[in-house]
Structures are given as C-alpha cells and as structure tokens.
T-cell receptor, first 112, second 112 residues
Framework: DQQVKQNSPSLSVQEGRISILNCDYT??????FLWYKKYPAEGPTFLIS???IKDKNEDGRFTVFLNKSAKHLSLHIVPSQPGDSAVYFC???????????WGAGTKLIIKP | DGGITQSPKYLFRKEGQNVTLSCEQN?????MYWYRQDPGQGLRLIYY???????QKGDIAEGYSVSREKKESFPLTVTSAQKNPTAFYLC???????????FGNGTRLTVT
C-alpha cells in the first residue's frame, strides 16, 4: 500500500513558466514532508521541507504548500529553468519512527 | 568538503557472488541509511543505523547485511540470497530527527 503517491510520472513545462508537482499521502500521522531533486546517476539532493504546523514554506524559487485536510502537498517552482529538469521525489515521515516514506517520483522536463 | 562517498560508482558481479558496497561520510552524522532505487519506484529502505554498533532492518532487508563498526562507515553486503540484486544503491546520513537526509552519488550494481 503506497502511503505517499506522486500520480504524475512526468511533467513538461515551458521555461519561465510555473512548474507544479503534486504529492498525496494517506497516513494522517505524517508530520514532516520533504522534496528532493535527483539527476540521473546521482543521489537525491534536498530541496525544501515543511512541518505539519505550517501550510507554506518558501525558499527562493521553490515553495511547498501543505493541505492537511486533503492530505496533499505541492511544490511550485517559479520561474522554471532548464537546470530544473530532473526527477522530483516527495517524502514524508511521522514522529512515531522518523523513517522517510518516498513517492515514486515525477520527471520534470523544462522545454526551452 | 563534507559529504558522503560511495564506491565504486559501477559494479558488475556474477550471480552467486557476494558483493560489498562502500559508504563513508565525514559529516559527523550519527544515523546512516541504505536505500535501493528501481526504475519507476520510490526509494526503499534496506537497513539503517542510528548509532555505532547498532543497526535495524528496513522494509527490504532480506538478502542484505550491514555493519557499523565506525561512525563514518556503513558498508552494505549484497549476498547471493538477494533474488533481484541489480539496482541503484544509495547511502545517506543525517543528524537529528526532523532533518533532511544527505545522499551519496550511488552505486549501480549489475549482477548477471
């Protein structure tokens, strides 16, 4: 049973526009959420996180929104740049064991 | 520069052979993790260690073994009992509960 779902395997966005990546979760005990970016043949790199006490966190071009009632979070990248082309993973953890549960990833392609 | 080093980047083995993947970190992190990534899937936890001389099984520990004799090192052995060993293996570390994981650049293991 997938507790963290990224339903879009891929997303194509024009350079300069907004990229919106979505993530849904089922476990109401999750209280910490992270987004990672991964290039081929490299390890994921941490992008941004959000705690369940907030509904928004911003860092430069990256903003994460959390909707606890819908069990949904999204990552907004604006403006999108060619270097943003990568696979984006959403992950979540709960205070009970702090282990991260990962989504399957969304491949973002930024078109020139 | 502080970071996590995984070696080698590519590894080829014959079926029936054990193989050990190296992971070293100089971030002074207490916790270390091994994940496996398969195409179209999220990261799956193999083993983790919160402290030296202690480690716990993750979700897919069968066919794998680890040791944690030093804080800096967390080698993973893929044994001949692992039914589908060909995959991309990622090592990570972190310090503190709600803190992001730092990843190495991975080892791609191919078993034929």
């Amino acid at each position: 049973d997938q507790q963290v779902k990224q339903n879009s395997p891929s997303l194509s966005v024009q350079e300069g526009r907004i990229s919106i990546l979505n993530c849904d979760y089922t476990n109401s005990m999750f209280d910490y959420f992270l987004w990672y970016k991964k290039y081929p043949a490299e390890g994921p790199t941490f992008l941004i996180s959000i705690s369940s006490i907030k509904d928004k966190n911003e860092d430069g071009r990256f903003t994460v929104f959390l909707n606890k009632s819908a069990k949904h979070l999204s990552l907004h990248i604006v403006p999108s740049q060619p270097g943003d082309s990568a696979v984006y993973f959403c992950a979540a953890s709960a205070k009970s064991n702090y282990q991260l549960i990962w989504g399957a990833g969304t491949k973002l392609i930024i078109k020139p | 520069d502080g970071g996590i080093t995984q070696s080698p980047k590519y590894l080829f083995r014959k079926e029936g052979q054990n193989v050990t993947l190296s992971c070293e970190q100089n971030l002074n992190h207490d916790a270390m993790y091994w994940y496996r990534q398969d195409p179209g899937q999220g990261l799956r936890l193999i083993y983790y260690s919160q402290i030296v001389n202690d480690f716990q099984k993750g979700d897919i520990a069968e066919g794998y073994s680890v040791s944690r004799e030093k804080k800096e090192s967390f080698p993973l052995t893929v044994t001949s009992a692992q039914k589908n060993p060909t995959a991309f293996y990622l090592c990570a570390s972190k310090q503190g509960h709600n803190s992001p994981l730092h990843f190495g650049n991975g080892t791609r293991l191919t078993v034929t």
